[in-house]
């Protein structure tokens, strides 16, 4: 009596260890998003902005006045007509998006190297790597 009851529990407990897994993952990889800030234009245009300019340089537009603002931006738009035809195309705009994001990355990792560089020297050795990554553990 005791072993038909250890055979059937081990046999559920075997089936459930081989179960597929209940969790689904994602299969695509998203690209991150060009901005922290949610997207509603019916209440801010911050996405926006992020988006275009930067979130540094759109941060600086915050303390703008509207005129300063349209000043600026106006400057920009002329960066961004790369043919100067004085429309700025679906592509001018993509290429221009996409180089505003870079340049945030380049300008976040010259920041993490200098936080990690801690003797200035240019390069960044294992333990000034060890140090500013773990050195509040260590």
Same mark, same amino acid.
């Given at each position: 009596?005791?072993?038909?009851?250890?055979?059937?529990?081990?046999?559920?407990?075997?089936?459930?260890?081989?179960?597929?897994?209940?969790?689904?993952?994602?299969?695509?990889?998203?690209?991150?998003?060009?901005?922290?800030?949610?997207?509603?234009?019916?209440?801010?245009?911050?996405?926006?902005?992020?988006?275009?300019?930067?979130? #540094?340089?759109?941060?600086?537009? #915050?303390?703008?006045?509207?005129?300063?603002?349209?000043?600026?931006?106006?400057?920009?738009?002329?960066?961004?007509?790369? #043919?100067?035809?004085?429309?700025?195309?679906?592509?001018?705009?993509?290429?221009?998006?996409?180089?505003?994001?870079?340049?945030?990355?380049?300008? #976040?990792?010259?920041?993490?190297?200098?936080?990690?560089?801690?003797?200035?020297?240019?390069?960044?050795?294992?333990?000034?790597?060890?140090?500013?990554?773990?050195?509040?553990?260590?």
């Amino acid at each position: 009596m005791l072993f038909p009851r250890l055979l059937l529990c081990l046999s559920v407990w075997a089936l459930c260890g081989s179960a597929k897994p209940t969790e689904r993952k994602e299969r695509v990889v998203r690209e991150a998003p060009l901005s922290a800030r949610e997207h509603d234009d019916a209440q801010s245009f911050d996405y926006d902005h992020d988006a275009f300019l930067g979130a #540094d340089e759109a941060k600086s537009f #915050d303390q703008l006045t509207p005129e300063e603002s349209k000043e600026r931006l106006g400057k920009i738009v002329g960066k961004i007509d790369e #043919d100067g035809d004085g429309f700025v195309t679906v592509e001018e705009l993509k290429a221009w998006i996409k180089f505003a994001q870079k340049r945030w990355i380049y300008e #976040d990792v010259e920041r993490q190297w200098k936080g990690h560089d801690l003797n200035e020297d240019g390069l960044v050795s294992w333990e000034e790597y060890k140090n500013a990554t773990y050195g509040y553990i260590l």
